[in-house]
């Protein structure tokens, strides 16, 4: 049965094409422009998104992440560790994120979207019930750690889409 594994596949696409149509057209001044101090960027907003996508599908999968086996990490050049994915980021640390290019942005993203649609093809719905992280009670499987990267990349990926509307007036 892999019912669960194409709905998951079917959302992580939809987060993709969120992202495409986030960044679409844009040139690095739109992409680090912020409509406040204290409002992340476009580009901060999808990079951030893919990087924990990347970092949780690599930690369930047991693989390194495209982050860094894939170069994308010397190829952004941003100021931050390798292991770096946001998470609690502070304004100065958004405003950091420059210089970014709508291919360069769409391009680790699609990698990290290939890594993952090739991790879930092994996935059957009994993987899902897997614990994966003993650290929360009641502890995370499978399941539910995917379903909530794919809340928190939709999340990003909408607060994207408004940034844009914002400064394109749309």
Do not use: C
């Not at 994308?72 to 941003?78: K, Y």
């Not at 769409?106 to 614990?131: C, I, N, P, S």
């Not at 990267?149 to 408004?162: E, W």
Request: no cysteine.
């Amino acid at each position: 049965m892999t019912a669960g594994r194409d709905l998951l596949v079917d959302a992580f696409g939809r987060v993709r094409e969120a992202v495409e149509e986030a960044v679409e057209g844009l040139g690095p001044e739109e992409l680090a422009a912020r409509i406040d101090d204290e409002v992340n960027s476009i580009g901060w907003l999808v990079w951030h998104l893919t990087r924990i996508q990347d970092d949780h599908i690599a930690g369930v999968a047991g693989t390194e992440q495209i982050w860094t086996s894939q170069d994308w990490s010397e190829r952004f050049g941003l100021p931050f560790p390798d292991d770096d994915t946001g998470y609690g980021h502070s304004a100065e640390d958004v405003a950091a994120v420059r210089d970014l290019s709508e291919q360069l942005l769409a391009g680790y993203h699609e990698a990290v979207h290939d890594h993952t649609v090739q991790y879930l093809a092994g996935v059957e719905d009994k993987d899902l019930e897997r614990v994966v992280d003993r650290a929360w009670t009641p502890p995370v499987t499978l399941g539910v750690r995917l379903v909530s990267v794919i809340a928190d990349d939709l999340q990003h990926a909408g607060q994207a889409a408004f940034v844009r509307g914002v400064l394109l007036g749309g």
